[in-house]
Structure formats: C-alpha cells, structure tokens
C-alpha cells in the first residue's frame, strides 16, 4: 500500500466512522463544509511551507505524482480524513459528555 | 534558525489558534476535556501511520529543519505537535462558524458546548 491507497482508505474510514459509526453525521451538516474549506486554504499554505522547504519530503513510488500547492495530492485526501474524524469525534464525545444538548 | 522551520508553522497556527478563541470567547479552556479525549484518539491513528509511513519510507523528514528531538527514535516531536494543535485549530474554527451562524446567543454564562 503507496500513501496513495492509505490515503483513500483513510477518507472512506473517516467517512463510515462518521455516518455509521459514531453517527455524528458531520458531513451531512453543512457548519462542516463551511469548516473544510475555511481550513483549507490554510492547509494548503501549510503543506508549501513544508515542502517548498523541503522540511518533509516523499518517496517517488509512494505518491501518485500530482501535486498541489508543492504538497502530494494524497495530502487533501489525509487532510479531509483528519478534519472529518476530529469534527466527528468531538461531537461524539460533546454529546456524552452533556446529553442534554443534543446536536442540530 | 533553520532547526525551527518546521516549528515556525506550527507557531503560526497556534498563534491563530489563540486569537480566535480570544476574539470569539470560545473558551476552548471549558471544553479541555472534550478536546483531549478527541484528540487520543486522532493521536493514537495518526501517529500510528505516521510511524508506519516513515518505517517504510513514504516520506522523510529534514533533520536539520527539525529541533531534533524524536518519538520512538523516528518521528520528529514537531509532527506529534502537528496532531494536537491541527485537531485544535480544526475545532476552533468549527466552534467560531457555529457562533457566527448563530448571533443570537451572546449568554456567555451558559455551558453550551458547540
């Protein structure tokens, strides 16, 4: 498995745990594309900094090749993943936590 | 300087961390246990990758870019700070767009958590 296949995997993860598992159906909501692509921009400035420096580097074989903003595209796929799951788990745990304030 | 490279990102988001939960009295201090227990478990998958990733060599870091200190021997701390103060960040923007779309509630008292 290339960072490529991790990657998708890691969406389609964050996708089942959100609607399915977790059920805290994040991406149905739209509060969460207005987070994503407020955020996004800043990833992308982040993943230049961190690659136009060569600060973090990647193999050849491991990356599909396309690029964006000097980062691997698979980075957009980790990056989504990881805002969707964080989003997800914390309106998870906020409903335990407090059950009288029920999300929507 | 170029050991802070890496750092110097993480700093710039902190810092933008901190002015939006001071500008939009988010309180994100109230909801430090939330926040913990969210960020256990991105930490647990996302550093669990990471390593696997840099075991096999999908991609590496520059030594010198980095302070030097590491996890486990392999990855750089900057990047165990990346999976808390990304998630941070993550949340406060979410937290800040749900108080714009709702300009209504300006109790400051209640202990709504979203």
């Known amino acids: 498995m290339i960072y490529a296949d991790v990657a998708l995997n890691a969406v389609l993860v964050a996708v089942i745990f959100d609607l399915y598992l977790l059920r805290s159906q994040m991406m149905t909501r739209k509060i969460f594309w207005k987070t994503y692509f407020l955020i996004l921009p800043f990833q992308l400035l982040t993943n230049w900094w961190l690659t136009s420096n060569e600060i973090v580097m990647y193999s050849d074989g491991e990356i599909i090749g396309t690029r964006v903003a000097g980062a691997p595209l698979e980075d957009l796929l980790f990056g989504f993943s990881m805002i969707l799951l964080t989003l997800s788990l914390w309106e998870f745990f906020a409903k335990r936590i407090t059950p009288d304030k029920v999300a929507k | ?114």
């Open chain 2, 1 to 114: 300087m170029a050991q802070f490279h890496y750092l110097m990102v993480l700093a710039f988001i902190g810092t933008c961390a901190v002015f939006v939960n001071l500008g939009f009295k988010l309180r994100i201090r109230s909801k430090l246990k939330l926040f913990l227990m969210t960020d256990a478990v991105i930490l647990l998958i996302y550093l669990a990758w990471d390593f696997w990733a840099v075991t096999k060599g999908s991609w590496y870091f520059d030594r010198e870019q980095t302070v030097g200190l590491y996890l486990f021997s392999r990855l750089p701390i900057e990047e165990v700070l990346f999976f808390i103060i990304v998630p941070l960040m993550v949340v406060l923007t979410y937290l800040a767009l749900i108080k714009l779309s709702r300009p209504s509630s300006k109790d400051e008292k209640s202990n709504d958590l979203r």
